[in-house]
């Protein structure tokens, strides 16, 4: 089992940065692909962010590309994400997720844990 644990979340104006993290107890993150995905009311949950085991491959959304960056730090069992240049279409509660189901699986929802969220609000 693992516990995954949001913070970072806030409201912030558009053009603005947050950095999100996810916390992790009860395994190691560094055995695992971690993602990032977020959820606008009235959306599907929607990928935005995934970096491998040792953090040598990241994957983006299109929508994110240039703007988010994800990170680890393995020591501390905490993924992040950086996010700048934010827009009011990035609104949405982000989630992370560990342990997804195959490799293919890197960018959909078919992850074993989740984090409960934490909401991020762009005003313009």
């Known amino acids: 089992q693992v516990q995954l644990v949001e913070s970072g979340g806030g409201l912030v104006q558009a053009g603005g940065s947050l950095r999100l993290s996810c916390a992790a107890s009860?395994?190691?993150?560094?055995?695992?692909?971690v993602g990032w995905f977020r959820q606008a009311p009235g959306k599907e949950r929607e990928f935005v962010a995934a970096?491998?085991?040792?953090?040598?491959?990241?994957h983006y959304a299109d929508y994110v590309k240039g703007r988010f960056t994800i990170s680890r730090d393995n020591a501390k069992n905490t993924v992040y994400l950086q996010m700048n240049n934010l827009t009011p279409e990035d609104t949405a509660v982000y989630y992370c997720?560990?342990?997804?189901?195959?490799?293919?699986?890197?960018?959909?929802?078919?992850?074993?844990?989740w984090g409960q969220g934490t909401q991020v609000t762009v005003s313009s």
């Open positions: 997720a560990a342990f997804p189901r195959t490799i293919g699986a890197l960018t959909t929802t078919q992850y074993n844990y």
């Open positions: 009860g395994r190691t993150l560094s055995s695992t692909v």
């Open positions: 970096i491998t085991r040792n953090g040598d491959t990241l």
